[in-house]
């Protein structure tokens, strides 16, 4: 079965350090992956996604996700993190180019301390 | 945030109650999406639309009722809930399937009493 894993419920970063928000993928063919956010009582926001290509994809402010085929993962990075990072991130699938249905992870909750 | 808009933004609704949540995109976009998104759960995907046909339907209950007239609305009409139907339901528009990412509405809070 096709799937997407985010292991933490929940990541607490002080703010200026690096912050990582994991995700793992379980699909047959190729992925899209997408990273996606959300702020209290707002709809998700695309923050970035891995087609093709490059590894390393950067995204809007200033998140950015390395995708590693061999271990299945694409986690989301930011160098430095700003207590306005604190929201709701989703990771989420694709699987073939003439899909619309995505799956999602469960989402992990990252709260940046000042 | 003002290219998908949704309608009302909380509903408070009896089970016996009729009422329908509405999805306007003004992004141009072919395709919309209504999704069920509550506590601690995968987003549900329940039904696309891609050019005002149904493309997927995900073994939604019956009682949830879509509706694209055209490309730029969607509705959702609702009938004979149940409390466990309580959720935030989200609408969502793509230019496509595939590579292409959503951009989403804010949702509508519903509750069931």
């Known amino acids: 079965a096709q799937s997407v894993a985010q292991p933490e419920d929940q990541v607490n970063v002080a703010e200026g350090n690096p912050l990582t928000v994991k995700c793992t993928y379980s699909?047959?063919?190729?992925?899209?992956l997408f990273w996606y956010v959300q702020y209290p009582n707002r709809g998700l926001q695309f923050l970035l996604k891995?087609?093709?290509?490059?590894?390393l994809v950067k995204g809007s402010y200033g998140f950015e996700a390395e995708f590693n085929k061999s271990q299945t993962s694409f986690h989301l990075k930011k160098p430095s993190a700003l207590v306005s990072d604190s929201a709701l991130y989703f990771c989420a699938v694709r699987v073939g180019s003439g899909t619309y249905k995505y799956i999602f992870g469960t989402g992990t909750r990252l709260k940046v301390l000042a | 945030e003002t290219g998908v808009t949704q309608t009302p933004r909380h509903l408070v609704m009896g089970m016996t109650n009729k009422k329908s949540l509405k999805c306007e995109q003004h992004?141009?976009?072919?395709?919309m999406y209504w999704y069920k998104q509550s506590a601690k759960k995968p987003l549900e995907l329940m039904f696309v639309y891609s050019l005002e046909e149904r493309v997927e339907n995900n073994s939604v209950p019956s009682r949830f009722s879509p509706e694209c007239p055209n490309s730029s609305h969607l509705f959702l009409h609702l009938h004979t809930l149940q409390p466990e139907d309580s959720a935030l339901y989200l609408c969502?528009?793509?230019?496509?399937?595939?590579?292409?990412?959503?951009?989403f509405g804010p949702g509508t809070r519903l509750t069931v009493t």
């Open positions: 992004l141009g976009h072919n395709a």
């Open positions: 891995y087609i093709t290509g490059d590894n």
């Open positions: 969502a528009s793509s230019q496509g399937p595939g590579t292409y990412e959503q951009y």
């Open positions: 699909v047959s063919g190729n992925p899209y």
